[in-house]
């Protein structure tokens, strides 16, 4: 059963700083994993999603990284923003199996 | 662009009461699920839905049953509500059910039991 793991559940960083948040999954075998943005009392917006036959993808200022063999993804924020606080889930699934998600990374952006 | 639309967006009952919350999508998706998100615990599958007619159980699926007789629309019932019931619920559909298509929730149902 894939299980996923975000650390650390919450980080704080001063504006403009690059950051980098984790992702880890317990099988190797996962077919995509999916970077989610949830903004308080809202639902989830998907950010990117990297494919198991991809190593990573970009949109605008955030990056997703995939390593299958290391069980681990990051999202890479550059020059992060106010407006970039939230909390941050990744979600992974093995085969056509639906997603399992992290409990996520809560992101303040201090201006 | 109406995407994934939840009702209600808060709801309280009492233990023992049944009620069901709605959840539509325009964009013609085969795939719907419903999830509940808890603090500490994350979001958790209750059931889904590959296509009309077509239904299964998730991870935590007692106390629920949902229904998916149109493309469009996948309710999911509380059948006879519980303090433990109480969560925020969200609705997400995806074009299909393979595993590379980006999933869209819905903005929540807010329920409290009492």
């Known amino acids: 059963k894939q299980e996923v793991t975000q650390i650390p559940a919450a980080l704080s960083v001063p504006e403009g700083e690059n950051l980098v948040l984790n992702c880890s999954f317990t099988?190797?075998?996962?077919?995509?994993l999916q970077w989610f943005r949830q903004d308080p009392g809202k639902g989830l917006t998907s950010l990117l999603l990297?494919?198991?036959?991809?190593r990573e993808q970009t949109s605008g200022r955030l990056n997703a990284s995939l390593d299958k063999s290391s069980g681990r993804s990051t999202l890479y924020i550059a020059a992060s923003q106010p407006g970039d606080s939230a909390t941050y889930l990744c979600?992974?699934?093995?085969?056509?199996?639906?997603?399992?998600f992290g409990k996520g990374t809560r992101l303040s952006v201090i201006a | 662009n109406a995407g994934v639309t939840q009702t209600p967006k808060f709801q309280v009952l009492k233990t023992g009461q049944s009620m069901t919350l709605q959840c539509a999508q325009d964009?013609?998706?085969?795939?719907m699920s419903w999830y509940r998100q808890d603090p500490g615990m994350g979001l958790r599958l209750i059931h889904y839905?590959?296509?009309?007619?077509?239904?299964d159980q998730g991870e935590v699926p007692n106390g629920y049953n949902v229904s998916r007789s149109t493309t469009e629309d996948f309710p999911l019932r509380l059948l006879s509500a519980a303090p433990s019931q109480t969560s925020v619920y969200f609705c997400?559909?995806?074009?299909?059910?393979?595993?590379?298509?980006?999933?869209?929730f819905g903005d929540g149902t807010r329920l409290s039991i009492l």
């Open positions: 099988d190797s075998a996962i077919y995509n």
């Open positions: 990297i494919q198991s036959s991809q």
């Open positions: 997400a559909s995806s074009r299909t059910g393979a595993a590379h298509q980006p999933q869209h």
């Open positions: 979600a992974g699934n093995s085969g056509n199996t639906p997603l399992v």
């Open positions: 839905s590959v296509g009309a007619g077509i239904t």
């Open positions: 964009m013609n998706h085969e795939y």
